[in-house]
T-cell receptor, first 113, second 114 residues
């Protein structure tokens, strides 16, 4: 079964700093890739997703992610974080044509005002 | 409003007392799933359902049961809860069997078993 690794457990940034959260997966076939965000006390919400085509995908709230197939990576980026981005971020991988979504352990982002 | 509704939001119970967490979606989604979220472990799948009367085990099914008698409902049953089932539970649904659109999650149920 595939697995998903998120390298950072907790990231602390100041407002306006740039963000990059790492995500690597282990699966040899075609995959669909997702980033979810969980604000404190809330449920997970879809931030962005990749199916095919342009490997640079843009999501809500200024987030983007780049799929690098050769590195099995799907890192999340934002040029300038805000205090309201404080949340937990989950990377998820779903094999193409097979609903077996796997989540990473999550990265907690704290943005200091 | 399109949503996944879970009840209750919070539940404290005692070891061995059967409980059910309900999950209902109003989007006519085929696929539904239950996850538990524990610190440092992310989300782990308990059970999932591809359609009515079709359910299957996820990664951590021990101690749980589910049913899918109707498309919209997917209750999670703990026949004899134990303290190691203390966790945050999420129900999720997706329109298709392949999950390419991502999941819609419920608001979560925080369960404490004492």
């Amino acid at each position: 079964a595939q697995s998903v690794s998120q390298h950072n457990h907790h990231v602390i940034l100041s407002e306006a700093a740039s963000l990059e959260l790492g995500c690597n997966y282990s699966y040899g076939g075609t995959v669909n890739l997702f980033w979810y965000v969980q604000y404190p006390g809330q449920h997970l919400q879809l931030l962005l997703k990749y199916f095919s085509g342009d490997p640079l995908v843009k999501g809500i709230k200024g987030f983007e992610a780049e799929f690098i197939k050769s590195k099995f990576s799907f890192n999340l980026r934002k040029p300038s974080v805000q205090w309201s981005d404080t949340a937990e971020y989950f990377c998820a991988v779903n094999p193409h044509n097979n609903n077996d979504m796997r989540f990473g352990a999550g990265t907690r982002l704290t943005v200091k005002p | 409003e399109a949503q996944v509704t879970q009840n209750p939001r919070y539940l404290i119970t005692v070891t061995g007392k059967k409980l059910t967490v309900t999950c209902s979606q109003n989007m006519n989604h085929e696929y539904m799933s239950w996850y538990r979220q524990d610190p440092g472990l992310g989300l782990r799948q308990i059970y999932y359902s591809m359609n009515v009367e079709v359910t299957d085990k996820g990664d951590v099914p021990e101690g749980y049961k589910v049913s899918r008698k109707e498309k919209r409902n997917f209750p999670l049953i703990l026949e004899s809860p134990s303290p190691n089932q203390t966790s945050l539970y999420f129900c999720a649904s997706s329109p298709d069997r392949n999950g390419i659109y991502g999941y819609t999650f419920g608001s979560g149920t925080r369960l404490t078993v004492v």
